[in-house]
């Protein structure tokens, strides 16, 4: 069956996503052509300039709408600028936020250390990281990699590059599913992990 421009068009696009195969895009592409029309004009609204509109924090680098120099949460006096959590993605920020349970700022790495791909610490935010703690006013940093082979190594990789600077550290406790992601565990799990991080 061949299959008019537009919706093949869709198709393959929505193909193009992670964890979207060509049956679950044909089914997505059909039920928007049937779904009222002000679902696919909110959809096209939110696409259209997606990337243009977001920018990254000056300070933690993670994502905050373009214009701003701080995020939300660097900019609220309301939260502890002496404790920093370092971890991988926004979308960890985004799974410590939803429980709540935690009042310091982030740093976020833009991903993890991984000698087999190639990726070293000037991949990373890292020396911003670093820069952070030199001028001094923290008290803490949380590690907060996921519990992986590249997140243990890029955590234990900062502990050696923050050491000197004398600051405490940190680790999320045990607890924490192996190989998982942070913003796949419950809230609870890393509302725990969290309260009984370890000093490492
Ligand atoms: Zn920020």
Redesign the pocket.
């Known amino acids: 069956m061949i299959l008019p421009e537009p919706i093949q068009k869709l198709i393959t696009a929505l193909s193009r996503l992670p964890g979207i195969g060509p049956k679950t895009a044909s089914r997505l592409a059909f039920y928007l052509l049937h779904a009222p029309e002000d679902l696919s004009q909110d959809l096209a609204a939110a696409l259209d300039g997606l990337k243009s509109r977001i920018t990254y924090?000056q300070?933690?680098f993670?994502i905050?709408t373009a214009g701003r120099i701080?995020?939300e949460?660097?900019a609220s006096p309301a939260r502890e600028a002496s404790l920093i959590c370092v971890v991988e993605e926004p979308l960890d920020v985004l799974a410590l936020e939803r429980t709540g349970g935690y009042e310091g700022?982030?740093h976020v790495l833009h991903g993890t250390l991984s000698p087999i791909e190639g990726i070293g610490p000037e991949d990373l935010r890292i020396r911003e990281l670093i820069e952070c703690v030199r001028l001094g006013g923290i008290k803490e940093v949380i590690l907060a990699t996921n519990p992986s082979m590249e997140g243990a190594y890029t955590a234990a990789y900062l502990r050696q590059q923050l050491q000197p600077l004398g600051v405490r550290m940190t680790r999320l406790a045990r607890g924490l599913p192996v190989g998982g992601d942070l913003e796949y565990a419950d809230q609870n799990t890393l509302l725990k992990a969290l309260f009984g991080r370890q000093d490492m």
């Open positions: 924090c300070t933690c993670n905050t701080e995020c949460i660097c700022r982030y």
